[in-house]
């Protein structure tokens, strides 16, 4: 390769590395060249150097970085958000870093990993930053990752918009990790709404949570489903559990169906844990509803008088339930529901809950029909 430089001579030192870009017709390539030794780039002349032939690769389509740890690739545009999907891959990790604030305008937004084996991991670094007018509407876990394998922190979605017509959905993903691909969510804000026409898992944030953390993160939405497992945060857990902290959640939750809450609908996974949260979102749903979760049980049997359940070790700890409203408006109280309170409508005997508390003068819907039944009236914590 050869170059001519500037009047100006320019000393190389030792360990430097130079980006030389080698540009043809049709594209571009280009490498990082590290110099042994200190070399003189002579002025007005023609300086020459030798790079060997391994390693070139295409340059990059963001403002800066190399998709490393170390070197993020730094977005600071809608169209450079269009190229995350292509540079993903199976089996490999890759760091993505917002440069600026994102408005998304116009994108119907196809997911980053949506299709199995969900191999694809992800680093995603707001750094502070806004991404706005998100909108997605795709056939498959509609939502910003598909699922999520790796981490999404220090970002907010304002203005988001999920309508989906299958089960499983959210913000920021169907899923939130899945068998042996871990997620991680910190720092991270939703704002928006979250419509489902059909199928099951919906929340703010996931639809199912699986192999997830989540910390310091909220959702401020309105969800709309006609289906089952319904949360602020998540609509359900799965698999070895989840562990959310530090998180609140505000906006309405309605489901046509039931099982829903202000943070998450299904909370069964052994050892899944819901620790210094609150909610300020009103819920409606048939039954099965609280302020914090929906339901925490597993291995319940059917038949109303003859509840079993296995040792999930659930733990909702330190939690506050200030929702307005929690209420079964679409079953007539004339008819029979079940498992409703204030903080969790279910739960199991073998879980923890400690130190929660409700917001005095919430407006808590009572089964009239199952008190007059003889069955026990909800529980107000």
């Not at 190399?66 to 993903?88: C, H, N, R, Y």
């Not at 979760?293 to 330190?318: F, L, M, W």
Request: charged share 20%; glycine share 12%.
């Amino acid at each position: 390769a050869w170059m001519t430089t500037s009047w100006n001579e320019a000393v190389v030192p030792a360990d430097a590395a130079l980006t030389v870009s080698v540009k043809t017709d049709k594209n571009s390539i280009e490498k990082e060249v590290v110099f042994t030794r200190e070399a003189a780039l002579m002025s007005g002349k023609v300086n020459t150097f030798t790079p060997d032939g391994k390693g070139w690769v295409y340059p990059s389509h963001y403002a800066s970085g190399k998709g490393t740890e170390a070197k993020p690739w730094v977005i600071v545009s809608p169209e450079q958000m269009s190229f995350i999907k292509d540079d993903l891959a199976a089996g490999e990790k890759r760091w993505f870093k917002l440069g600026a604030d994102i408005d998304m305008t116009g994108i119907d937004w196809e997911p980053l990993n949506a299709a199995s084996p969900y191999d694809k991991e992800i680093d995603f670094d707001g750094d502070g930053h806004t991404i706005s007018n998100f909108t997605c509407s795709a056939a498959s876990y509609p939502s910003f990752f598909g699922v999520l394998f790796g981490k999404c922190h220090d970002v907010t979605f304002l203005n988001a918009a999920i309508n989906a017509s299958s089960k499983g959905c959210g913000i920021l993903g169907g899923y939130g990790g899945t068998g042996g691909k871990p997620c991680e969510v910190d720092r991270v804000h939703v704002q928006g709404s979250v419509i489902s026409s059909a199928g099951n898992n919906v929340g703010g944030m996931f639809g199912t949570a699986r192999e997830c953390t989540i910390t310091r993160s909220s959702a401020d939405v309105v969800i709309d489903s006609k289906g089952q497992l319904v949360g602020g945060l998540f609509g359900a857990d799965a698999g070895t559990g989840v562990m959310v902290s530090d998180c609140w959640t505000s906006g309405t939750i309605i489901t046509t169906s039931s099982i829903a809450g202000g943070i998450c609908g299904d909370l069964v996974a052994t050892g899944s844990s819901i620790i210094n949260c609150y909610s300020t979102a009103t819920v409606t749903t048939q039954f099965i509803y609280g302020g914090i979760v929906g339901r925490a049980v597993a291995g319940q049997k059917s038949n109303k008088n003859n509840c079993t359940n296995q040792d999930p070790q659930n733990h909702i700890e330190y939690c506050v339930a200030w929702n307005d409203k929690l209420s079964s408006d679409f079953v007539p109280d004339t008819s029979e529901h079940y498992g409703s309170a204030t903080v969790v409508g279910q739960t199991a005997f073998k879980n923890y809950l400690k130190g929660c508390v409700r917001k005095a003068d919430m407006d808590f819907s009572v089964c009239e029909a199952n008190t007059a039944d003889g069955g026990a009236a909800p529980v107000v914590q």
